[in-house]
């Protein structure tokens, strides 16, 4: 499945564009934010090809791609039209407490990750070119790609700003002027020369602070900004909107910014920086052994990004991090190792392809394959790579290990731990931790037991089993029960629409409902599109269109029947596109509706696909019974 079509399952098993609020990418993952999580068919997009898993967390819908994750992305972008701020997004449900924290920091910092692993990764690369004598700090060379190593971090407040009032919904340029007055040549003079003349706002002080690589002033002063935006723009009248409103609510923000807001998201910084550097000092390698064993599950959770903010703040006023980024680089690597052991170890080779794949991009800092599509699945080598981050992260809090920037915690991030000051020791630090991580990961596996072998499909709820011989397996109201499974003698009916599964017995029409035509399943069509589901001969077209039945090569009769009571339309908004005693192959288009003009009319549009010579068949099975169904995809099978 390419990139296009991958993206056009995900939004229509997501509920459509219609559910979606807000979609964004991390590294691996796509994210979004639906109206309705009830309209997502969780279990229909992790069977899609290309997807490593689906899951629930924070109030975020979160979709699992691995390294093609951006291609995705753009597909999926492109598809969607999202507004910045509109009544349909007033009316969809808010996290709250916990839950909302981490998705505003998520939706806030995962934008912002492309510039600052990007200047962060240069930062390590000049620091390894300076302490190998290629490159001098005086050099014309050094200045320019210093400065724009340091950008992201010194104007951190305008990309901060832009993420969060994507996040509130605000305008984008009224939050960048904010960081601008933030950063303004008045504000940074006054805080250089050492407050010698305060500034006052209405007889208000100003607290003089520099914000230059802050985090959460400006986060603060454009989540305020997003409420006195609406408040003003609902009093001030239509016709001056334009001239009076942004000016209005930047003379409201930016004095109660600067004034409160700034100078407290100042001090909940310095506490953050504060707070990591005590939890160091007094708990030793225990907070290292206990984040390094559960990190994995953390960065499942999305709990990391409550790291975040500290993260950013330390790297800014200390100039290293010693608790996220370091963590997660011993943690990511013992998730290597475990990957490393399985594919040396499995017999299995689809198992030995993606443990190779997987080990790749863990070991370049990207563990979501290997964590859904390896030691996930098989359990104990998840279970040791817990164990080896634990010992990694035991190892690096101990001796204090030091990242100086902001990348993928990888191997490629190995040179962001050469000291700028000078001094190789915390660099052989990181090889020994991430050595640790990788080799006891790697060894617990080997020794353990685990069974890769391929699950067989067994029966569920909304699948059929496929080889079991029919017996009675259980009973009903005091009757034995037969479950009827398919061997060799099967016939397949693909799908001949996309759009949500519903059973017969849920319709309103009681002769399909009650299977007098044959057995089958209903479809609620999405797109005004019907093709062959399988190679054959069109056998008869209804004069009025909204019908038409098909015979396959191996003798199944199939009426597909667009709508209910659609007869009434005598023709009208249907295109067939076929005619009686043609052969069709699989996907031919046989007929095209105007889906809107049915619905305009208001005729329903779920629409029976019937096996009418049932009789002839042992059984015939919907292979699922709920969810959204593509086109082509298998649909029903015949059992003799």
Not at 272 to 282: P, R
Not at 373 to 389: E, I
Not at 551 to 568: A, E, F, M, Y
Not at 606 to 630: E, F, Q, R
Request: net charge neutral; with cysteine; glycine share 10%.
């Amino acid at each position: 499945m390419n990139h296009k079509e991958l993206s056009k399952e995900i939004i229509q098993l997501t509920g459509g564009e219609e559910n979606i609020i807000q979609a964004w990418h991390c590294i691996t993952r796509l994210r979004f934010n639906v109206k309705d999580g009830k309209k997502v068919q969780l279990e229909q997009i992790k069977k899609l090809d290309g997807v490593l898993g689906a899951q629930f967390q924070n109030d975020q819908f979160q979709v699992v791609i691995g390294n093609r994750v951006a291609a995705v992305y753009e597909e999926l972008e492109g598809q969607l039209k999202q507004g910045t701020s509109t009544e349909h997004d007033k009316q969809a449900p808010r996290s709250r407490g916990i839950n909302a924290v981490l998705d505003t920091i998520s939706g806030i910092f995962t934008p912002i990750l492309p510039a600052i692993v990007g200047t962060g990764m240069l930062k390590g690369i000049l620091a390894l070119l300076v302490s190998l004598g290629l490159l001098h700090e005086t050099s014309g060379e050094y200045q320019i790609l210093s400065s724009i190593g340091n950008a992201a971090f010194y104007f951190l407040p305008f990309l901060l700003a832009v993420s969060s009032a994507r996040k509130f919904k605000v305008n984008e340029y009224i939050a960048l002027t904010l960081a601008g007055t933030l950063l303004y040549p008045t504000i940074l003079d006054a805080y250089n020369a050492n407050h010698l003349e305060p500034i006052r706002f209405l007889s208000l002080p100003v607290s003089i602070v520099n914000y230059t690589q802050s985090v959460i002033p400006i986060i603060l002063g454009v989540w305020l900004l997003s409420y006195v935006y609406r408040w003003v723009d609902k009093i001030i009248p239509g016709p001056v909107k334009v001239i009076f409103t942004s000016m209005i609510v930047l003379v409201i923000t930016v004095p109660v910014l600067l004034i409160a807001i700034g100078p407290l998201g100042t001090y909940i910084g310095n506490y953050l920086e504060i707070g990591t550097s005590w939890l160091f000092a007094h708990s030793g390698p225990l907070t290292g052994i206990i984040l390094g064993g559960l990190m994995p599950l953390i960065v499942m959770t999305g709990m990391h990004y409550a790291f975040f903010p500290g993260t950013l703040q330390n790297l800014s006023k200390l100039g290293y991090d010693v608790l996220l980024l370091p963590i997660n680089l011993v943690t990511n690597m013992s998730q290597a190792g475990a990957v490393t052991a399985v594919f040396l170890k499995t017999k299995n080779p689809n198992m030995k392809s993606i443990a190779l794949s997987s080990g790749i991009s863990a070991l370049l800092g990207i563990t979501e394959p290997a964590l859904y599509g390896v030691t996930l699945k098989l359990k104990k080598p998840f279970y040791a790579s817990l164990v080896g981050g634990a010992v990694g992260g035991g190892f690096i809090t101990a001796v204090g290990l030091k990242c100086f920037g902001f990348a993928v915690p990888g191997l490629l991030s190995l040179p962001l731990y050469i000291d700028p000051k000078g001094g190789m020791s915390n660099f052989w630090y990181a090889l020994i931790g991430v050595a640790m991580s990788f080799i006891v990961s790697f060894i617990l596996t080997l020794m353990l037991k685990w069974d890769d072998s391929e699950p067989q499909p067994s029966p569920a709820s909304d699948s059929l089993p496929m080889e079991v011989k029919p017996e009675t397996v259980s009973k009903e109201n005091g009757l034995p029960v037969t479950v009827h499974t398919i061997e060799e003698k099967k016939g397949e009916v693909q799908s001949p629409l996309t759009g949500e599964l519903v059973p017969l017995a849920e319709l309103p029409d009681k002769t399909f409902a009650d299977e007098l035509t044959g057995k089958g399943i209903a479809i609620r069509p999405t797109e005004g599109k019907v093709t062959a589901p399988f190679d054959g001969t069109v056998t008869m077209v209804a004069k009025s269109k909204h019908a038409i039945m098909l015979q396959s090569t191996d003798g199944i009769d199939i009426l597909i029947h667009v709508g209910l009571n659609t007869v009434s339309l005598k023709g009208k908004f249907f295109d067939v596109k076929v005619e009686v005693g043609q052969a069709v192959r699989l996907g031919d288009p046989l007929v095209e509706f105007d889906l809107e003009s049915i619905k305009a009319a208001g005729l329903e549009l779920v629409s029976p696909v019937i096996v009418t010579n049932t009789p002839d068949y042992l059984d015939v099975v919907p292979v699922h019974v709920k969810g959204v169904i593509s086109m082509n995809e298998l649909l029903l099978l015949t059992v003799r």
